[in-house]
């Protein structure tokens, strides 16, 4: 699914589902990375929304998912790929406010259906393939050049 250019930086991250003491901490060293390489912070704002919205899907839905994390000269690369349920409508999913949460997610202030329409926000392309009962892939680019 992921076409780079030069690749200059690469790092994997495994999330566990369910997890929701480690929740957010793939994203939170995302933006540390970067921060150190001094992105522009509207960029590194938009990288973040992306990596921690496509976090939190995977700990609140999936069993395990890999978070690839890529900055080309070109682009920042956010792909998230997951063994879940999938998504039966994808069309459906990516309407703000329609959720699947549970009560338990709810309680923990999330599942108001805002994830994967923030995503798409904060992308410049947006590419989700999804086999229900197997998992969820998605791939989130976030341009470098706002004029590209």
């Known amino acids: 699914m992921t076409v780079y250019s030069e ?8 999330v ?9 901490e793939t994203s939170t060293e995302i933006k540390s990375i970067l921060k150190g390489l001094e ?18 899907n995977v700990v609140m839905y999936a069993n395990i998912g890999t978070v690839s994390f890529v900055i080309t000269d070109e682009a920042i ?20 406010g329609f959720s699947t949460a549970s009560d338990e997610m709810r309680e923990k202030g999330f599942g108001f259906g ?15 393939e999804s086999d229900v009962g197997k998992g969820t892939k998605l791939l989130a680019r976030i341009r470098l050049d706002s004029n590209a």
């Open 7 to 14: 690749e200059l930086f690469k790092r994997v991250f495994t």
């Open 16 to 24: 566990y589902g369910h997890n929701f003491d480690t929740a957010g």
């Open 114 to 128: 805002m994830g994967l329409p923030n995503i798409k926000k904060n992308s410049d392309v947006l590419k989700i």
């Open 77 to 96: 690369d956010i792909e998230v790929a997951d063994e879940g349920p999938g998504i039966p409508d994808i069309e459906q999913a990516m309407q703000e």
């Open 39 to 56: 992105i522009d912070s509207d960029i590194i704002r938009r990288a973040l929304v992306v990596a921690f919205e496509a976090e939190m």
